[in-house]
């Protein structure tokens, strides 16, 4: 079952902040977070790990709520280059599970000048 | 940048016919997937593979096939297409890196008439 996201589009204006939020009904071991260009394939952001852990882009930040199972995203301060299809990618504890990612359905973010 | 490409880029293909589709990797990564993305639904696996004939279903497997007999190409056959297979197809690897990300190759986009 794919981790819901929200909002389903949000627009801003250069500076503003935004959140987008994503929900799994599973036990996770992680969530990624990719940014989609249009016409173009998505790129990695960051990794939330089990226990707290973060790793990647400088820039954005992320939270990972394990007991709710969710995880947000954190854009300030938006910049034109900000804009594109934002996904989450959710990795189930359990061993069955390892190295593969259920992706939400994307949050579409336009920062307009 | 983690060298990964796909053939073909664009195919148009009538339904009933088998189609291809080839990953190509140069960095010896273990895990490879295949994504469809269509709008409204995100990426979707179809399948993974975790080394060389060791392969896995994933979301969306009716339809399709996998091989993996070596360890740079990653084949995603449709045996016999259908319209419901239009999509972009994305091929991604897992970097054994800090990170854990998945790295995306450039997508092929697919129309079955």
């Known amino acids: 079952q794919q981790p819901v996201q929200s909002p389903q589009a949000v627009i801003l204006r250069e500076g503003e902040d935004a959140v987008i939020n994503c929900s799994s009904s599973?036990?996770?071991?992680?969530v990624h977070w990719y940014r989609q260009k249009h016409g173009e394939a998505p790129v990695f952001l960051m990794i939330l790990l089990k226990g707290g852990e973060q790793k990647g882009h400088e820039k954005i930040s992320a939270s990972f709520n394990e007991k709710k199972q969710q995880s947000s995203l954190y854009l300030t301060a938006s910049q034109l280059s900000y804009s594109g299809t934002y996904f989450c990618g959710t990795e189930e504890s359990g061993g069955t599970s390892y190295g593969k990612l259920t992706f939400g359905q994307g949050t579409i973010l336009t920062v307009h000048p | 940048d983690a060298g990964i490409t796909q053939s073909p880029r664009h195919k148009v293909t009538e339904t009933g016919t088998p189609v291809t589709l080839r990953c190509h990797q140069t960095e010896n990564h273990r895990y490879m997937y295949w994504y469809r993305q269509d709008p409204g639904h995100g990426l979707r696996l179809i399948h993974y593979s975790y080394g060389v004939k060791d392969t896995d279903k994933g979301e969306v497997s009716d339809g399709y096939s996998v091989s993996r007999s070596k360890t740079e190409d990653f084949l995603l056959t449709l045996e016999s297409a259908t319209s419901s297979q239009t999509s972009v197809y994305f091929c991604?690897?897992?970097?054994?890196?800090?990170?854990?990300?998945?790295?995306f190759g450039p997508g092929t986009r697919l129309t079955v008439t």
């Open positions: 991604a690897i897992r970097l054994a890196s800090t990170t854990d990300e998945q790295y």
């Open positions: 599973k036990a996770l071991y992680s």
